[in-house]
């Protein structure tokens, strides 16, 4: 009964490969999120989707590229990975409902580029 | 400026006692604030959220908000070894026709240590 999971857990692969993470939610929420945490921990967003829309797109490579296939799932694919890219990637979801909007992580994938 | 930011730590407090954590917040659209609790190798965990000033308790925890100082904090009474975590402040700011799907923030986060 996972409320927000990933796929995989942990992903290591050498520069300039192609890689995709999953992400799926089973708590009814229409918004999703990608979250990039760095190596001080720091917590960033990346992009939303809103029942399957793009909202927000942060400055994030044009190598990263998010697809909400429905409002379940939103994957993370990324091109010609490089060392920068290594961090945890954590999904999130909500609803959209004022003013809260509390938002639920998932476990995370830690994504090691060598 | 950071957008949120949050007291240095690592704060380090005994068993029991009351631990304070705090973060200010620079966007004034700010409506919504969180505070998460992660422990290593984990994911954040949500444990307060709080949008209108004043005080809210949720058990050993309060959160304050104060819009005028733009000032968020987190009170964790009778601390234990378990609340030892990384505790990161967020701030919502909503957008697109007043719905709350917005930019969620966080401020590079404090580690609180509870030693018996």
């Known amino acids: 009964d996972t409320a927000v999971s990933q796929t995989p857990k942990y992903l290591v692969t050498q520069m300039g490969n192609d890689k995709s993470i999953k992400c799926e939610q089973n708590l009814g929420h229409d918004t999703m999120y990608w979250y990039k945490q760095d190596s001080k921990k720091f917590l960033k967003i990346m992009f939303s989707?809103?029942?399957?829309?793009?909202?927000i797109n942060e400055t994030v490579p044009n190598r990263f590229s998010p697809k909400s296939p429905d409002k379940a799932h939103l994957n993370l694919h990324i091109n010609s990975l490089e060392l920068g890219d290594s961090a945890v990637y954590f999904c999130?979801?909500?609803?959209?409902?004022?003013?809260?909007?509390?938002?639920?992580f998932g476990p995370g994938t830690r994504l090691t580029v060598l | 400026q950071k957008e949120v930011e949050q007291n240095s730590g690592p704060l380090s407090v005994p068993e029991g006692a009351i631990a304070s954590l705090n973060c200010t917040y620079s966007?004034?659209?700010?409506?919504?604030f969180f505070w998460y609790r992660q422990y290593s190798g984990k994911s954040p965990e949500l444990i307060m959220s709080i949008y209108s000033n004043g005080d809210k308790e949720d058990g050993r925890f309060t959160a304050q908000l104060n819009k005028a100082s733009q000032y968020v904090s987190l009170l964790i009474r009778d601390s234990q070894p378990s609340d030892s975590a990384t505790y990161l402040c967020?701030?919502?700011?909503?957008?697109?026709?007043?719905?709350?799907?917005?930019?969620?923030?966080f401020g590079q986060g404090t580690i609180l240590t509870v030693h018996p």
């Open positions: 989707y809103n029942n399957k829309e793009l909202i």
């Open positions: 966007d004034r659209v700010s409506q919504s």
């Open positions: 999130a979801s909500s609803h959209v409902t004022p003013p809260s909007a509390e938002q639920f």
């Open positions: 967020a701030a919502l700011r909503s957008f697109a026709g007043g719905t709350s799907y917005g930019k969620l923030t």
